[in-house]
């Protein structure tokens, strides 16, 4: 919700038309968690910022991206590149890196470096090359004030709490996002529910319940490795839930009786849905326990309720129950049935409406049957003035009850219609009736497939009588059941007192990063310049002071206040150069992966310059110039030519333009050492040493190679040391990793 929130208000109401790029769990996911928002508002209020309508339109624009899948964007943001990576927040969480020419920008925001039970760590800290130094890195300063304990003492307070208040017949209220983060919660207390063989009662309450679990089912390629090593062991959907009921209205948890429960509802703002309409019911219990695993957007209940539990205690007190004793006043706003004079008034409105739009769409069938003989009828009548059939459309919009209000009992077709350039009269039947004429197109009359069908297999008729039957069958039940009347109803907002006495704890199942963790995997990414943001002003400061005072981070940390531009281009100078074929052909080119790697040397000249230095080669003067006939064209030529000729003028005038790098004479050629370009693991060059028959393996961090070669690296002066006994074992050795760089 963070993330994507008002990009349906975007597509929908401001007509946002640029690409919307995401990966398919965002897709998912991100529908599902807008169609519940939509929903829970709804449920209290007469949401009109958008429709269920609006959020299937603005997701179906979405470019559906796989991790580490390099997509260039179109238009005019032709040349760059932007690549997903995964973030360890949500299945499907991104970090982006957003690359044009030789500037690499990476977004941050909302990742998490600790592995959970359904998603892997993100792949910031694991010092892979893509995120190595880039022109700049956002990321967040959300959590730069917080600190976290080990994953398992959060998950055990956690379950610590939910069993104290089983044994207490309490109710536990967990407010959660419909989508995303509500999956970790569910899995851990599902798993709990196994191991314990607990038979209370355990609801996902959200408007998208089934269908948030169903797309998590097909999902799970994109979550961590250890989810798919126990599909993969025993074959077991680990969403396949059998302990937890997937709830999608307040009725559903009156199937668990007047009983304790646990549930898992939406929306964790505590504002909206579900989870205000259980707080309104369950705060004033004592004995109910209301678990708060984020802390809430600003002004949220959710961040009341967090602001009053962090007030009474440590911070640090991961688990901590603490008993509130507050009164709060709530604005809640429910819909309530029509009654006297307002139903009256709206089913009268409604029917109305219902007798215009019958009216409408009569007309528009009968015109519809209209067109539909007229496109079938012969070439004279095909050639028939359009305005007769105006005058027919005119005559239709005099009446509803008398269509075209002619002389004749029933409607006659074609009176109107005058009898063609000959003025011949129109002839009808003694009754009038309506003639049907066969369906022909531009080819003739139509072809009937029917005639040509093969006849069916012998069961087929038999399996079709069946389905028929069924169909019938089902259409009867659907029938003989009672049509539930929709009672149209009314908003209503009334403020109200609310006695909170009940047990609140917090415990941080977030999945972000804290404080510490971002503070130690910001600086070895070295990046040249850093951009704060989704921070409170006080988080924002410490974490800025934080790396100003690092001297492994660049000088250049920003942090700009909401609504703050910021220039942070690169000094980086790039011109655009045009090589002569001399030049070209003097290349010694050396393949690299996908790259091909040439060391050049040469000058620099105008155009006007080459021409002259060409000139003298050929001792041509340089004012005799090939004469170009300036005439304009004959009237035989045509315009496609003029413009090939007007786009080839301007293309030779740009690279008239255009600087040109030429050859440079041996003698004065300055001479350069090789340079060795590229890098390799060394856990990738063992297997490519033991593909061409030698024995390779790790000692101490060092690559052996058949007992006599030693290769090793030094990260600090970015070299390979290649030791050992002079042979064909070393030469074979050195030649493989020669041939994982390109010399140049």
């Known amino acids: 919700m963070d993330h994507l929130g008002a990009m349906t208000y975007l597509v929908s109401k401001l007509g946002l038309a640029c690409p919307i790029y995401a990966t398919l769990p965002v897709f998912e996911m991100g529908r599902r968690c807008m169609l519940d928002a939509v929903a829970s508002r709804l449920d209290g209020e007469d949401f009109t910022l958008f429709t269920d309508q609006d959020v299937y339109t603005a997701f179906d624009r979405m470019t559906q991206l796989r991790f580490m899948q390099t997509e260039g964007l179109k238009g005019k943001a032709s040349g760059i590149q932007i690549t997903p990576y995964p973030a360890g927040h949500t299945v499907g969480g991104t970090i982006w890196k957003i690359k044009e020419d030789t500037n690499d920008i990476v977004y941050a925001v909302d990742y998490n470096h600790i592995k959970e039970r359904h998603l892997d760590p993100t792949v910031l800290h694991q010092g892979i090359d893509a995120f190595s130094r880039p022109s700049v890195l956002i990321t967040d300063a959300y959590n730069a004030l917080n600190s976290q304990p080990p994953r398992r003492i959060r998950e055990t307070a956690l379950l610590d709490a939910i069993s104290t208040a089983i044994q207490h017949n309490a109710s ?36 998208q319940s089934s269908q948030t679990v169903t797309a998590a089912k097909v999902l799970l390629e994109w979550m961590g490795e250890s989810i798919e090593k126990e599909f993969s062991g025993n074959r077991d959907n680990p969403f396949e839930f059998k302990k937890m009921q997937l709830a999608h209205s307040l009725k559903d948890l009156d199937r668990a009786g007047n009983v304790g429960k646990i549930v898992l509802a939406s ?99 009968k015109l519809r049957a209209l067109d539909d003989d007229d496109e079938s009828d012969d070439e004279s009548e095909l050639n028939q003035p359009v305005l007769n059939r105006s005058l027919v459309r005119d005559a239709f919009a005099e009446s509803n009850s008398n269509l075209l209000n002619t002389e004749f009992d029933a409607y006659v077709r074609d009176a109107h219609r005058a009898g063609g350039f000959f003025k011949q009269s129109q002839s009808f039947r003694m009754f009038p009736a309506h003639e049907s004429r066969r369906r022909v197109d531009d080819y003739g009359e139509q072809i009937d497939l029917s005639v040509f069908a093969k006849s069916e297999f012998p069961y087929a008729a038999r399996q079709a009588a069946d389905e028929a039957e069924a169909a019938k069958l089902a259409a009867e039940v659907v029938e003989s059941r009672p049509i539930e009347e929709v009672i149209p109803n009314k908003v209503v907002e009334e403020t109200v007192d609310i006695a909170v006495r009940c047990n609140v704890m917090y415990v941080d199942l977030e999945g972000r990063a804290d404080g510490n963790s971002v503070r130690n995997i910001i600086p070895p990414l070295q990046a040249r310049k850093l951009i704060l943001i989704h921070g409170t002003e006080e988080a924002t400061a410490s974490l800025q002071q934080s790396f100003i005072e690092n001297s492994q981070v660049t000088d250049d ?10 220039n942070v281009s690169s000094s980086t100078n790039i011109y655009r150069v045009r090589l002569t074929d001399t030049l070209v052909s003097s290349l010694q080119i050396k393949p690299l992966d996908e790259y091909s790697l040439a060391y050049v040397t040469g000058v620099v000249r105008n155009p006007a310059q080459i021409e002259d230095v060409q000139a003298e080669e050929d001792n041509v003067p340089a004012d005799d110039k090939m004469q170009v006939d300036s005439e304009e064209p004959t009237a035989a030529g045509s315009s496609d030519e003029q413009k090939v000729a ?45 593909n061409d028959g030698m024995q390779a393996e790790f000692n101490s961090g060092v690559l052996v190679v058949n007992r006599r070669i030693a290769v090793k690296r030094r990260r600090e002066r970015k070299e390979v040391v290649l030791d050992g006994w002079v042979g064909e074992d070393y030469y074979r050795v050195r030649k493989r990793l020669y041939e994982q760089h390109a010399i140049i």
């Not at 579900?274 to 707080?279: A, T, V």
């Not at 940390?557 to 910021?566: D, F, K, L, M, R």
């Not at 786009?647 to 001479?671: W, Y």
């Open 172 to 207: 536990v209220l967990i407010p959660v996002d419909s989508s995303t983060r509500v999956l970790e919660i569910a899995y851990i207390l599902e798993a709990h529910w196994r191991s314990k063989s607990l038979n209370t009662p355990l609801f996902m309450l959200t408007h």
């Open 267 to 365: 929306m964790p703002g505590m504002d909206a849905g579900f989870s205000k309409s259980l707080f309104v019911e369950w705060a004033t219990v004592s004995k109910n326990l209301i678990i708060i695993t984020d802390r809430g957007y600003p002004r949220s209940m959710t961040r009341r309720l967090y602001k009053m539990w962090d007030s009474t205690g440590s911070q640090n007190e991961t688990g901590a129950i603490r008993v509130l004793n507050a009164d709060m006043n709530l604005k809640i706003s429910k819909k309530v049935p029509l009654q006297g004079d307002e139903l009256s008034t709206f089913r009268e409105k409604e029917a109305r409406d219902k007798e215009n739009e019958a009216n409408r769409t009569s007309q528009a069938r």
């Open 557 to 566: 940390v920003y942090a700009p206040i909401v609504g703050e531009a910021i």
């Open 646 to 690: 007007k786009a080839v003028t301007a293309q030779a005038a740009a690279l008239s333009e255009t600087p040109v790098l030429d050859i440079i004479s041996a003698s004065e050629r300055p001479s350069h050492h090789p340079v060795v370009i590229g890098e390799i693991k060394l856990s990738e060059f063992r297997r490519i040493l033991e």
